[in-house]
């Protein structure tokens, strides 16, 4: 039985409380502090809701699964009354003013949020390194990285404070970190879930989603949270079945496709041999294995550095000082030509709020926006991201799942990936397709290989067809059950 | 390379202040990453048409009459501005 349906079915029976769960996971928060996963502890709200959810078990009502199990959010998803920090020191005195439309749906499946999680200022990052308030460690080992830009809310499931938490995913940003901290971690179908509330970072491709220890909790979770919003133009009326309810060990009938591109180079010869077993237990348990071609996917992530850092410029352009966020005007910087005082507090906030990461990539995308290079870069890479899209639409008409790796390596250690401005980029060279695609994609646990002697996690991927979320988690649950099983 | 006269253009466009360590690291570190870009001249993209939304969604379009905000939500917003008088957001001079 999966953790949270465990924990729902004590909370049934009364042999333990909410508030029982809520104060043990506040309690192991303070005994991992030193790990950095939390901006923001809610103690006060996470108890009061408890409470509230316990009288309703007492009086023997039938809640759903997800009533009164703790869990944490990225604190770039906004809860009203609560510090929204996006990990940024321009909105270090953001109190949000409403909740995202996640929140609402979570405290309508009586969730309980125990705290705002560590991340990569403004989702920036593949490491958690670039948050403007802490480091983040991995669990599995404190010298490595979490991965990014959700480290915050991998490493909370990870050290065992909760069994799940939510993320958002740009171009891995939750499949990353649940690879490096031996998790599951689940991107839905661009614009199954709604991002009304979530700080926008580039929003054609962000998506939210969910952490857990296993493909069931990670679908418990998703059933929770998908649906359409007005609030989110982006929604799309799509079926929305349980997605636990096709569970079975038998994936006869599945056709799974292997993109020899992915396989082709760049990959350690035992970070393959792991995705190979893998590949080989799907084989095993009846599914049909294909190769695939992906040939466009040699541009994804050139196209992904494009594309996002220009919506990051148009997304963040509303950081300025005036609105919200850090307002400064301090006079000490240098002056362009006929500057006005509003421009000058644009100037000084901007310096002084944002970290380098963000400025680099809001710069960047300013650029390739600009006259005279728009066409050469934003529109020729919309062009390549529909040969991108076109590669996998044809690829699904012949497999129902697509396998690759998360990764091309294991987690990092902290400062490995920091001074070659390429070399972080490159870690999101499996994950970035999916958003740019907009398909579902999940990342979960299927081994382990050493690097400088120290033990780490592997994940494997699967993706699916658009709005197909059920035939991926059936797969990644088969696959789970035969890897438990060696 | 971008020069440094380019860098303080674009920081300027983004409105963003910079001083001369900073314009010289990004120098450097955008030039790394716009030469990266320069892959993709080898796709080929003759008649293809570049992705508007990824999933085909059409624009939701509401009428266009003012919805009043909960009193909670309107007091949350003014409350985070940085200046402000009578509930309203003040603005630094624009013309000068």
């Known amino acids: ?486 | 390379m971008l020069s440094d006269t380019e860098v303080r253009h674009i920081a300027t466009l983004a409105r963003i202040g910079v001083t001369d360590a900073e314009v010289a690291k990004l120098q450097s570190d955008m030039s790394v990453v716009l030469d990266f870009f320069g892959a993709l001249q080898a796709a080929d993209t003759a008649g293809v048409e570049p992705v508007r939304q990824i999933t085909g969604a059409v624009d939701h379009v509401r009428a266009d009459v003012a919805v009043p905000a909960e009193e909670s939500v309107s007091q949350g917003v003014a409350s985070l501005f940085p200046a402000e008088r009578s509930g309203k957001l003040r603005v630094p001079t624009v013309l000068s």
């Not at chain 1, 120290?454 to 979320?469: I, R, S, V």
Request: hydrophobic share 40%.
């Open chain 1, 1 to 486: 039985m999966s953790l949270i349906r465990a924990l729902h079915q004590q909370l049934i029976d009364r042999t333990t409380t909410s508030v029982a769960l809520t104060q043990a996971a506040l309690d192991s928060m303070v005994k991992n502090e030193s790990n950095g996963a939390y901006l923001t502890t809610l103690a006060e709200s996470a108890l009061a809701a408890a409470r509230a959810i316990d009288a309703r078990y007492d009086a023997g009502e039938d809640l759903p699964l997800l009533s009164g199990i703790p869990g944490a959010l990225k604190d770039n998803m906004c809860m009203a009354g609560v510090r929204t920090t996006a990990a940024s020191k321009m909105l270090d005195n953001y109190i949000a003013p409403y909740n995202a439309g996640v929140v609402d749906r979570l405290a309508a499946a009586g969730a309980v949020i125990v705290g705002k999680t560590n991340m990569d200022e403004f989702a920036m990052g593949s490491s958690t390194e670039n948050s403007a308030y802490q480091k983040t460690k991995n669990p599995i080992n404190p010298e490595y990285v979490p991965g990014g830009s959700s480290g915050g809310s991998a490493a909370a499931v990870a050290q065992g404070d909760i069994v799940w938490s939510l993320g958002s995913d740009t171009g891995g940003s939750i499949r990353l970190p649940a690879a490096f901290c031996g998790l599951v971690g689940v991107k839905p179908t661009y614009g199954r879930v709604s991002r009304a509330g979530l700080i926008a970072m580039a929003s054609s491709l962000d998506q939210i989603g969910p952490f857990a220890t296993c493909v069931e909790d990670a679908a418990i979770v998703l059933n929770a949270i998908i649906g359409t919003d007005p609030k989110d133009a982006t929604t799309v009326d799509a079926p929305t079945p349980d997605f636990t309810t096709e569970f079975n060990t038998d994936l006869t009938g599945i056709r799974v496709g292997v993109p020899t591109e992915y396989f082709a180079e760049g990959l350690p010869a035992d970070v393959r041999a792991v995705n190979e077993e893998a590949i080989e237990h799907l084989r095993k348990l009846g599914a049909t294995i294909t190769p695939v071609s992906l040939p466009n996917s040699r541009y994804a992530l050139p196209v992904y550095y494009i594309l996002q850092p220009a919506e990051v410029s148009s997304n963040l352009a509303r950081m300025d000082g005036i609105r919200y966020g850090m307002s400064i005007d301090d006079q000490k910087a240098d002056r362009p030509v006929g500057s006005s005082p509003l421009l000058e507090r644009y100037l000084d906030s901007r310096h002084y709020g944002l970290g380098a990461e963000v400025k680099k990539r809001i710069m960047l995308g300013t650029y390739t926006l600009s006259s005279g290079y728009y066409d050469a870069y934003y529109a020729k890479a919309q062009k390549v991201r529909a040969l991108i899209r076109r590669d996998f639409e044809r690829a699904f008409e012949s497999v129902d799942v697509i396998y690759a790796p998360s990764a091309p390596d294991t987690a990092w250690k902290f400062g490995e990936k920091s001074v070659d401005p390429l070399a972080m980029y490159l870690a999101d060279i499996y994950t970035v397709t999916a958003n740019l695609t907009g398909i579902p994609a999940m990342s979960q646990p299927i081994g382990t290989v050493v690097r400088s002697g120290d033990t780490l996690p592997l994940g494997g991927q699967l993706l699916a067809k658009w709005w197909d979320e059920s035939t991926m988690l059936r797969v990644g649950h088969a696959l789970e059950q035969s890897l438990k099983a060696v």
